[in-house]
């Protein structure tokens, strides 16, 4: 019988991979985006199948999710907004974005589809300054930002609803994700596309502090590979699980990557912005050995192979 998820977000970066993942394993899908319109929507999610449909509207009105979740085997709630520094200048938005959003579908879903699988995305920001590497899901969360206050409250939604409610929901808690169409409508990049865009440009990396900070960076197909798994299978539910890559590096050590895949560009050492220091996290490397163990999943793409399929995915628009 063919399974049906709601994507939530699915014109953002994760959710546009995880519904052509999801597409391709023969899930009927519901994708709610904001503007359906949108140029960057019909890029990212053209050329799926036939069983993808699209719906336009707000992840947080309880009237749309109420149509949308009905019969829906899963849910993936992947709307909001990311930052750590932007949600410090905003932090009333980013509640709403990653904070009510949350409690409205678990609420609608209590009521009209409670055997509904949930997988919430959470971030490794709700651990804040580690106190050891790597960082398991025992770790204690003191989050330095908005963001990760507000991923850390999301969680405790979820958690809340299946133990109070029996919801079958699953956190990730996801390291530093990279992959093809990483891009947002204003043109903004996560980390890893803005070096790429950078060196692309001939303009210098920024790095600021020199750059030393350990992390781990998970490739967005590794990621939604995960994801499935955790809408799936009944080990996952009611569990939280660290979403990692498959190799640490410093973030000099990723820009220095970026350059020799993109083959141009230099690196520029700078002080830390005010705010952008405040809420750095310093070192952070995931210990995804429960996902291993309970879902059977290992990162697979090396950073590497990882860069070389980002860069070529981005080149064809960095250079017009």
């Given at each position: 019988?063919?399974?049906?998820?709601?994507?939530?977000?699915?014109?953002?970066?994760?959710?546009?991979?995880?519904?052509?993942?999801?597409?391709?394993?023969?899930?009927?899908?519901?994708?709610?985006?904001?503007?359906?319109?949108?140029?960057?929507?019909?890029?990212?999610?053209?050329?799926?199948?036939?069983?993808?449909?699209?719906?336009?509207?707000?992840?947080?009105?309880?009237?749309?999710?109420?149509?949308?979740?009905?019969?829906?085997?899963?849910?993936?709630?992947?709307?909001?907004?990311?930052?750590?520094?932007?949600?410090?200048?905003?932090?009333?938005?980013?509640?709403?974005?990653?904070?009510?959003?949350?409690?409205?579908?678990?609420?609608?879903?209590?009521?009209?589809?409670?055997?509904?699988?949930?997988?919430?995305?959470?971030?490794?920001?709700?651990?804040?300054?580690?106190?050891?590497?790597?960082?398991?899901?025992?770790?204690?969360?003191?989050?330095?930002?908005?963001?990760?206050?507000?991923?850390?409250?999301?969680?405790?939604?979820?958690?809340?609803?299946?133990?109070?409610?029996?919801?079958?929901?699953?956190?990730?808690?996801?390291?530093?994700?990279?992959?093809?169409?990483?891009?947002?409508?204003?043109?903004?990049?996560?980390?890893?596309?803005?070096?790429?865009?950078?060196?692309?440009?001939?303009?210098?990396?920024?790095?600021?502090?020199?750059?030393?900070?350990?992390?781990d960076y998970v490739y967005v197909e590794d990621l939604c590979c995960l994801i499935e798994l955790a809408a799936t299978v009944p080990a996952a539910v009611g569990q939280a699980f660290n979403a990692g890559g498959p190799e640490r590096t410093?973030?000099?050590?990723?820009?220095?990557?970026?350059?020799?895949?993109?083959?141009?560009?230099?690196?520029?050492?700078?002080?830390?912005?005010?705010?952008?220091?405040?809420?750095?996290?310093?070192?952070?490397?995931?210990?995804?050995?429960?996902?291993?163990?309970?879902?059977?999943?290992?990162?697979?793409?090396?950073?590497?192979?990882?860069?070389?399929?980002?860069?070529?995915?981005?080149?064809?628009?960095?250079?017009?």
């Amino acid at each position: 019988m063919t399974r049906r998820a709601v994507v939530l977000g699915a014109g953002g970066f994760i959710g546009s991979h995880l519904c052509r993942r999801l597409t391709g394993s023969g899930w009927t899908v519901t994708a709610v985006v904001r503007h359906a319109g949108a140029t960057h929507v019909r890029r990212r999610l053209s050329g799926l199948p036939d069983r993808l449909r699209l719906v336009e509207g707000d992840a947080a009105d309880e009237d749309l999710l109420a149509a949308v979740v009905d019969g829906a085997d899963a849910v993936f709630p992947f709307a909001g907004r990311s930052g750590a520094a932007a949600s410090m200048v905003e932090p009333s938005a980013d509640l709403d974005a990653n904070g009510r959003g949350q409690l409205v579908l678990l609420d609608v879903l209590r009521r009209r589809n409670p055997a509904a699988r949930v997988v919430f995305p959470g971030s490794r920001l709700q651990y804040g300054r580690c106190e050891w590497l790597p960082v398991g899901e025992d770790h204690p969360q003191r989050p330095l930002c908005i963001y990760g206050t507000h991923k850390a409250l999301g969680e405790q939604y979820h958690r809340l609803y299946w133990r109070v409610y029996g919801l079958p929901t699953t956190v990730l808690r996801i390291s530093n994700p990279y992959g093809p169409q990483q891009e947002r409508p204003d043109g903004a990049f996560g980390l890893v596309g803005t070096f790429i865009s950078r060196a692309a440009q001939g303009r210098p990396i920024q790095l600021y502090g020199g750059g030393g900070q350990l992390r781990d960076y998970v490739y967005v197909e590794d990621l939604c590979c995960l994801i499935e798994l955790a809408a799936t299978v009944p080990a996952a539910v009611g569990q939280a699980f660290n979403a990692g890559g498959p190799e640490r590096t410093t973030v000099r050590g990723m820009a220095e990557a970026v350059l020799e895949t993109v083959g141009r560009g230099g690196l520029h050492d700078a002080p830390w912005p005010e705010l952008e220091e405040a809420v750095e996290t310093g070192d952070y490397v995931s210990d995804h050995r429960r996902a291993r163990d309970l879902l059977g999943w290992e990162p697979q793409v090396t950073l590497a192979e990882g860069l070389a399929r980002t860069w070529a995915s981005l080149a064809p628009r960095l250079a017009s």
